[in-house]
């Protein structure tokens, strides 16, 4: 398989278990290399956002910077303003993937 495009998503996680952001940077912008050299390209799509990934959200906007690469931080604007779209404040319901989604579409069609 010879994907076009490859949409990494940055949630909750690694906050959540203590990684430190530094490692999850580093994992991230390797992951955006190995997606590059296969020719590629790579989408960073923050999935989650509070001040707690804050951190993570900066480093995120350094790898998009230096790789010339998009990042979408505003898809999930509308499940934070509207909590009937998440089912625990975090995990979207179907109404929230739908929102997610089209909000995602919308951000990647000019790459496609």
């Known amino acids: 398989m010879k994907p076009k495009l490859v949409i990494v998503q940055f949630g909750g996680n ?3 278990y203590q990684i430190p952001p530094e490692v999850t940077i580093a994992n991230n912008d390797q992951i955006v290399g190995r997606i590059l050299d296969a020719g590629a390209k790579p989408v960073l799509l923050l999935g989650e956002y509070n ?3 804050e951190p ?4 995120l ?16 604007d509308h499940m934070i303003r ?14 929230g993937c739908k929102v997610l989604a089209e909000k ?9």
């Open 51 to 53: 001040m707690t990934v």
């Open 61 to 76: 906007r350094a790898i998009a910077k230096k790789r010339g690469i998009r990042l979408i931080e505003t898809a999930i």
């Open 56 to 59: 993570y959200a900066e480093g």
């Open 82 to 95: 509207y909590p009937t779209m998440t089912m625990d404040g975090v995990h979207p319901t179907a109404e």
């Open 14 to 16: 690694d906050p959540a």
């Open 104 to 112: 995602v579409a919308e951000a990647i069609k000019p790459l496609l």
